[in-house]
């Protein structure tokens, strides 16, 4: 632990002390609390007001039975979780995930990080998060719905397009979110904006599965924009085949990059010709296969066990686009030897700690997830108010305030940047961005105890 202000430590500590096993948490509440040290000087409110002790400690956790029937008639029993982290800016608003790693560590860490990143998207919305140890792999459509339809019937009481929206993340899409909703709709007798990522047509906003991954490459146009560059002619790296990675490959093919790799959780897959999108998407969204067979019907692509390895190919701009701690130091090293000059986050926390420092020591551009993945739940905040206006904006409306927002979270971070000392640490300036607005309003609404 690297912290030297005397308050940020002894918070920090203390929840060491208390949260020992929830080293997902401990790494994200790290990482925030060391980009707030330049700042907390000028902001003695913030300790006598007791905000860290508090922005660190969830509003409410709930976590709950879910039993469901499979295929075979046998009993299932899951653990469902919600965790309402803040709600100082506006109603909890984050994800539900559902994979086999899910436990109250990881649902803690993404809450955390959730608070800063709808932060900085400008949009009226707290941060929380949810889930489920729940595989929907391998699992009929008639399994899923039982599940989620078991989950929603808990998780509905707490709920509320004015209290917590929920959305998709790992293992929830398309697919999930409509039984999540049906059965929402059947026990509150309201149709309402209460979960985001809801089908065109059924309450749904054009692009928000597009979302999260044109957002990323919308950030990332614009770190290399002022460092001078762009994505034409430059050979990409993104890991992950779901939702966050096919959007992020097309999106980052229209601004004329070339995507040569992709993976899934068994392994990954290599094509110098440049990823077709579309085989992707057909196996991974319309068969919900495995990725290895894309290289049945592309005979210069090669396919490689294990997803680590995707890391050992040459490329110019890394979008890790999977899941939380995929690139390590190691792996982090290897990009720098072989040239990269551009790391931007799409998953949540996909860099260790020892890989930031890594990067941020080679010079090379980095860019956080909190600010560069913030596109989804942005465009879930417009879901929101299209809801509740009862109205719906075409796909250009929603794609061009998408990319404004895109534009302002990266100015906005390169700003407070700037006023935090630390010119270019685009770390920084996401963590202090997000936190202030937050902290001052954890201030103005007091202690309510
Ligand atoms: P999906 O479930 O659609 O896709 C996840 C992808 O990552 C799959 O290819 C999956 O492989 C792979 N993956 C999952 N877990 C692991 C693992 N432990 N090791 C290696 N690969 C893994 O999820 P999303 O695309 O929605 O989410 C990806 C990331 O983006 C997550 O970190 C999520 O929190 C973040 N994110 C998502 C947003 C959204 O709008 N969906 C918004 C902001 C952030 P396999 O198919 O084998 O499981």
Redesign the pocket.
Known sequence: MSLTNAYLKRVYEDLESRCANEKEFLQAVEEVLESLEPIMDKHPEYEENAVIERIVEPERVIMFRVPWIDDNGKVQVNRGFRVQFNSAIGPYKG?L?F?P?VNLSVLKF?GFEQIFKNSLTTLPMGGGKGGSDFDP?GKSDREVMAFCTSFMTELYRHIGADTDVP???????GREVGYLFGQYKRLANEFTGVIT?KKVGAGGSLIRTE??GFGICYFTDEVLKANGTSFEGKTVLI???????IYACQKATELGGKVVAM????GYIHDPDGIDLDAIKDI?EVRRA??KEYVEDHPNATYTEG?SGIWTIKCDIALP????N?INEESAKVLLANGVQCVVE?????CTPEAITAFQEAGIMYGP?KAA??G??ATSGLEMTQNSERIYWSREEVDAKLKVIMQNIYQSCADAAEEAGKPGNLQVGANVAGFLKVADAMVWQGINY
Not at 167 to 173: E, F, L, M, N, T
Not at 239 to 245: E, K, P, R
Not at 346 to 350: D, L, R, T
């Open positions: 994800g995930r994979h790693s993404l792999k959305a998709g993340d790992i293992g929830v899409g990522g979302a999260t890991s992950g085949s779901g939702n966050v990675a993976c899934d959780s068994s991974k495995r990725i997803c686009c999977a899941t939380q995929e799409g998953a949540n926390m996909p997830s993945n913030a989804g739940v």
